[in-house]
């Protein structure tokens, strides 16, 4: 706990520099962090490049076995998408993810081991479309995912991913309140997972998260936000089901014109058949 409880102090410390920083800031111009929201799309010619970095850890589960184990699974994932279109509704591009996972395992003797493993577990092409020209901060990312993995744990039974193939669907949509202080974004994540139900616990099944991100603006180059999302995996076929809500906050500040930085902290506060941990998170956008 020591480790996290240091990564807790750095984020406090980083969130409060940044805000110094944000109270001297005059800029009411917007920023990439304030215009161009997930909802918006790029132009043509311009690429759009977000590597986010997340890891998930808990010692705290809904499954007895796992109840009381440390468990931790970091994903860095890298999009990068190019605007396609003069009109600003179609982006084209690829997600990328990379997943480095370890677990402590008990022993006969009562003692621990951690196993870890690690590797680029699938890759997306993937298209981000605004479905209607009159509602510009609506918009759809429709992503395929092909898994790189021949198996979903690897053979000391550590889980790296997903065992099959994911057709993901979000669904953006942002408001801005006059004054342009305060922003309100929410999203709908669908995903489709085709396979084998030996293979991974998630094929055949659909898994629904929604979300709602509030976010406040002291300056146009700073905010702070709090978030709650709820994920909901519904049986297709694979006789599994899963559910989790969680909390949680963060910021984000416009470092350049082209580069801002995030950082996220989430709890899972509930849930069904599934873990009860919590997510450190850190983001880097460039846009140009």
Not at 51 to 60: A, D, P, S
Not at 167 to 195: C, H, I
Not at 249 to 258: D, F, I, P, R, V
């Amino acid at each position: 706990m020591k480790i996290f409880k240091n990564h807790i102090l750095m984020a406090g410390l980083l969130l409060s520099t940044l805000s110094l920083i944000a109270q001297d800031d005059s800029d009411d111009g917007g920023s990439v962090i304030q215009n161009l929201t997930p909802s918006k799309l790029i132009g043509q010619g311009q690429w759009d490049l977000k590597l986010f970095n997340n890891l998930y850890t808990q010692t705290e589960s809904t499954f007895p076995s796992d109840d009381g184990i440390r468990q931790n699974f970091f994903t860095s994932t890298l999009e990068a998408f190019t605007g396609v279109s003069p009109s600003k509704r179609v982006n084209i591009g690829a997600i990328v993810e990379y997943r480095a996972n370890g677990r402590d395992f008990i022993l006969g003797d009562g003692s621990t081991e951690r196993r870890t493993t690690s590797g680029i577990t699938s890759i997306a092409p993937a298209i981000k479309f605004v479905p209607f020209k009159n509602v510009g901060n609506f918009s759809i990312l429709s992503a395929f995912s092909i898994p790189l993995v021949s198996s979903e744990n690897d053979d000391n039974g550590v889980f790296l991913d997903q065992d099959g193939f994911t057709w993901q669907n979000r669904f953006f949509y942002d408001y801005t309140f006059p004054g342009k202080k305060w922003q309100l974004f929410t999203e709908l994540n669908s995903e489709l997972n085709f396979g084998d139900k030996e293979k991974s616990f998630a094929n055949n099944s659909l898994n629904l998260t929604p979300g709602v991100f509030l976010s406040y603006f002291p300056s146009s180059k700073f905010t702070v936000l709090a978030l709650a999302q709820h994920s909901q995996r519904l049986d297709l076929g694979n006789d599994f089901t899963q559910n989790f809500t969680a909390l949680g906050g963060g910021a984000k500040y416009q470092l350049t014109n082209e580069l801002n930085v995030e950082v996220l902290y989430t709890n899972f506060v509930r849930g069904e058949n599934t873990g009860l941990g919590e997510t450190f998170n850190i983001g880097l956008r460039a846009v140009f």
